[in-house]
């Protein structure tokens, strides 16, 4: 099926089609099947009516700026105005798009990437405030970028996955099997990502997130490589650092134990009576 008329007007007022105007097929859905085992299913996931997207991105007009380093005379926030009792968009780790409608930021670079990083307020009040990083491991740390004052115009911070602003297709093929074991014991895994299709080609996602959160004291520490040859006065200090960016937590410090046997004795004293030397470890 074409492209009904009214859906070609929409996207050509509200969003750019990537492959251009009259030229997209929607509804399509072909279906194979390999014997009695398995289906296939292809399509480039366009349905023929309106879709309405959410486009998270958050404006700041003028110098709207907090945070300020009296030194350097620059500020680490970005203030914007939610509506009231509202928090902006933005979590922590989100990737954005800075897009100013006229004059850069100083210390910023239009259509350059950036870590955002939400600025918690006191109790009862709506959260407006973000500071930027230049990589996402930088998160939480003194880093932010680090912006001077600007003019009146806008500035928009969009989320880098909405910052296209292009309309294509999702070309997919999709393996489904066409029969279930039910006297098969289910594994009780959780469906993640795209989880089913329509007849019109969209997709299905499941709500539930592939995202982990990990929490808690650390029980014990497994050594792979213990090594050799340390100094017992002066240990060795092991450091657990969280890897994962964008969530930097909270540094753990391990105590090692070191066992073995004297194997030497070194004397920085060589004037002693040796029948009167006593050696305390």
């Known amino acids: 099926m074409i492209l009904e008329e009214n859906m070609r ?21 072909n279906v194979y099947t390999d014997g009695e085992t398995d289906g296939y299913v292809a399509s480039n996931s366009l349905p023929n ?25 620059l500020y680490s926030y970005i203030q914007f105005t939610p509506p009231a009792n509202t928090d902006i968009k933005f979590i922590q780790g989100d990737t954005v798009i ?26 009862n009040q709506s959260i407006s405030q973000i500071a930027l990083y ?31 602003r ?8 999709r393996r489904i099997p066409l029969s279930q074991n039910l006297f098969v014991t289910s594994k009780q895994e959780q469906p993640l990502n795209d989880i089913g299709i329509l007849i019109d080609g969209v997709q299905i996602r499941s709500p539930i997130s592939d995202n982990k959160i990990y929490f808690g004291p650390l029980e014990s520490v497994d050594v792979i490589n213990s090594g050799k040859n340390y100094d017992v006065v002066n240990p060795p200090q092991v450091i657990v650092e ?11 410090l391990v105590e090692p134990v070191l066992s073995g046997s004297v194997s030497e004795v070194m004397l920085t004293h ?7 030397l006593q050696v305390f470890l």
């Open 9 to 29: 007007l929409h996207l050509a007022l509200e969003v750019e089609i990537k492959q251009g105007n009259d030229v997209l097929i929607s509804d399509v859905l």
């Open 49 to 73: 009516y309106i879709i309405d997207t959410d486009i998270i991105e958050e404006t700041a007009v003028g110098s709207n700026l907090d945070g300020r380093d009296f030194v350097s005379g």
């Open 98 to 123: 800075y897009s100013p409608d006229s004059e850069v930021l100083s210390g910023l670079e239009s259509g350059r990437t950036y870590y955002v990083d939400p600025i918690i307020p006191p109790a």
């Open 134 to 164: 230049e990589s996402a491991n930088q998160i939480g740390t003194a880093s932010t970028v680090q912006i001077g004052l600007g003019t009146a115009g806008g500035h928009n911070f969009i989320l880098q996955r909405h910052a296209n």
């Open 166 to 173: 292009k309309l294509e297709t999702d070309k997919i093929l």
């Open 242 to 252: 969280n890897s994962t960016p964008a969530a930097p937590g909270t540094t753990a």
């Open 270 to 276: 060589k004037n002693l009576i040796l029948n009167q």
